[in-house]
Nanobody
Framework: QVQLVESGGGLVQAGGSLRLSCVVS????????MGWYRQAPGKQRESVAT????????NYADSVKGRFTISRDNAKNTVYLQMNSLKPEDTAVYYC????????????????WGQGTQVTVSS
């Protein structure tokens, strides 16, 4: 059974930093793209940052460009989100996503989600 487990959330003052981690566990063949998403109360889930399988291409929401950095360690099946210069509007539950190939031939893979980790930024 594939699981994504996030860690690193918490309470931080505005201007501070946090580093989120997400580990993919279970029997898999490989991991394609990975990403971080967030959902604030009363709002829809939105994409924060994504990264390709080799880590060569990244994409960020305009609201976090220059402040957040996504990276991955394929040897550890882990994706990270370094969040600097945090703002109160970054407060949300952050979710990890991974497109996983369960077999060598698995067209399209399957999307898995973590349980979410709360990030709260106080003003």
């Amino acid at each position: 059974q594939v699981q994504l487990v996030e860690s690193g959330g918490g309470l931080v003052q505005a201007g501070g930093s946090l580093r989120l981690s997400c580990v993919v566990s279970g029997t898999i063949f490989s991991i394609n793209g990975m990403g971080w998403y967030r959902q604030a109360p009363g709002k829809q889930r939105e994409s924060v940052a994504t990264i390709t399988s080799g880590g060569g291409l990244t994409n960020y929401a305009d609201s976090v460009k220059g402040r957040f950095t996504i990276s991955r360690d394929n040897a550890k099946n882990t994706v990270y989100l370094q969040m600097n210069s945090l703002k109160p509007e970054d407060t949300a539950v952050y979710y990890c996503n991974a497109n996983v190939l369960l077999y060598s031939y698995h067209p399209g893979g399957f999307d898995y989600w973590g349980q979410g980790t709360q990030v709260t930024v106080s003003s």
